[in-house]
């Protein structure tokens, strides 16, 4: 069953934030210093948006923000489960918190998110990480108060499995965004598709819809706070309101934002190819704030490997919507994601994933080996695809990409386009950086704050990016 966390549930954690804040505060000036936390983020965009509101709800408990473990009174590790990879390096991570434990006896260390919404990752913290407090799965995000107020007065850890409920939505949870100008805004949670690889039906939950007026009035108060460019987030947002409406879904929900007052850019991820339609295609040529942005994750180009996937479509109909897409809307910036060496995965089916890339011609993909995940199909079948042969094949695919990147950003050279400013390059300190409208890369020479929006003359492409100057 889904259950809505009610106003009263709400108000009772409400008081264990303040009881916390309390005991904070005593200790903050005991010791003439805040308390601090740190939020340590691995995964997707909808861990990031939820990383905000684990942030959210430690300022309300009197803790201030810190960047670094190393001056933290608490360090929260949001974790993610997709794939081996990342559930190795926070499990890596967690254990070098050990010595910071040594260091500070009031350091308290909490692990969540996806990966400890697995029973046997959640032993794996209880037994062979003695100095981690507490961990919980993503259902009992909004109970952090009375985790952290409970471990701090009954002195027991603890570590909260996710139950066989089908998942909650919880809403009023304070939130402390990463950036004054984007912002996340989560519509739906959890997932029904099962695709035979994918961990997250099982960490995430049943889908379920934020009801719309919910999410309408998230979405002024960003505008109101001054953001700029807002990306809705779910699992498979074409689905948005299934269960909830008879005649609502996604493209109205955007409909309804774009005709808010203000100055905003619109966005969306991720929409499942065999649910996204044209009128999805039609509403966002329609809708002026919505971006020329398009993710969509083809996952392979072999039906015969999407059927044993469980995707639920086939390359022509997702080409043709493709197509579709690019003919209504000019300058659309398309991205997939693609998985090489799923089980059973022939070298004629690889070659079919290529020609899909050669094809439909991405602006950008991002590419993942597969990753056997415990609880999953796939992760039984019989004909895993050698680590040796899965990693040539993502070595081709990646070279395929990189050229077809370039091919499409040299066609961007001369123009002169939008660039919403992220302040200094990562790679550069002497460059910025921004993200075009349609969600482009580009790092150029200038100076302009953070959150401004500046034209850009493109000068130069590379495969992932491109380069300007300010004009
Ligand atoms: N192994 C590798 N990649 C995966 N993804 C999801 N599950 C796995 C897995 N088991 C990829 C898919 C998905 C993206 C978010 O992560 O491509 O679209
Ligand atoms: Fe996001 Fe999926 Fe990773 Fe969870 S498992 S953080 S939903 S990518």
């Known amino acids: 069953m889904i ?7 709400t108000e009772k954690q409400r008081e264990y934030a303040s009881l916390v804040r309390m005991a904070v505060n005593a200790a903050s000036s005991e010791r003439g210093e805040p308390y601090r936390f740190c939020v340590v ?3 997707c965009q909808q861990n990031e948006a939820d990383s905000e509101r684990l942030a959210g709800m430690l300022s309300q408990m009197g803790y201030e923000k810190t960047d670094s473990e190393d001056n933290a009174d608490m360090i929260l590790v949001n974790t993610c489960a997709v794939r081996e990879h990342a559930e190795k390096r926070a499990l890596s991570v967690t254990g070098g918190y050990k010595h910071l434990k040594e260091k500070n006896p009031a350091l308290m260390i909490g692990v969540c998110g996806c990966m400890v919404s697995q029973e046997h990752r959640l032993d794996d913290i209880k037994h062979k990480y ?7 799965g993503t259902s ?15 002195k027991r850890r603890l570590f909260l499995l996710d139950t066989e409920d089908d998942g909650n939505i919880a809403e009023d949870i304070p939130v402390l965004r990463e950036c004054r100008y984007r912002a996340w805004l989560s519509i739906m949670y959890g997932c029904n598709n099962f695709c035979t690889y994918c961990v997250v039906p099982h960490v995430r939950g049943r889908e379920r819809s934020r009801y719309k007026e919910d999410i309408i009035k998230e979405a002024k108060e960003l505008i109101a706070d001054g953001v700029k460019d807002i990306t809705l987030l ?3 947002v074409n689905s948005y309101g299934r269960g909830l409406y008879e005649d609502y879904g996604f493209s109205e929900l955007l409909s309804d934002i774009n005709a808010l007052d203000g100055d905003f850019t619109l966005r969306f991820m991720t929409s499942h190819p065999k649910d996204a339609t044209k009128k999805l295609i039609d509403t966002m040529a329609e809708c002026e704030k919505v971006a020329p942005q398009l993710h969509l994750p083809l996952q392979s180009g072999s039906d015969r490997v999407l059927s044993r996937m469980n995707r639920h479509y086939t390359y022509e109909s997702y080409k043709k919507l493709a197509e579709y897409a690019r003919e209504k809307i000019p300058n659309l910036t398309l991205t997939s994601d693609i998985m090489v060496g799923f089980p059973g995965e022939t070298e004629e089916d690889f070659e079919e994933t290529l020609k899909a890339l050669e094809e439909i011609r991405y602006d950008m993909v991002y590419s993942f080996i597969y990753s056997k995940r415990k609880n999953t199909p796939a992760a039984e079948y019989e004909d895993q695809v050698p ?3 899965k990693g040539v094949r993502f070595r081709r695919m990646l070279s395929v990409q990189s050229d077809i990147g370039l091919k499409i950003n040299e066609g961007y050279v001369g123009k002169t386009l939008r660039v919403l400013c992220d302040g200094e ?29 500046i034209n850009v003359k493109i000068t130069e492409a590379r495969p992932f990016v491109l380069m300007g100057e300010t004009v």
């Open 130 to 136: 003695p100095y981690v407090d507490f961990a919980f």
């Open 387 to 389: 680590e040796d042969v």
């Open 140 to 154: 009992y995000l909004w109970q952090l108060p009375e985790i952290i107020y409970k471990r701090m007065s009954k």
């Open 425 to 453: 390059s990562k790679n550069d300190e002497k460059m910025l950086s921004g993200r075009t409208d349609g969600g482009k890369n580009v790092c150029f020479a200038g100076n302009v704050p953070a959150g401004e929006y």
């Open 3 to 9: 259950t809505r966390i009610t106003e009263e549930q």
């Open 234 to 236: 779910g699992q498979n």
């Open 41 to 43: 983020t691995y995964g």
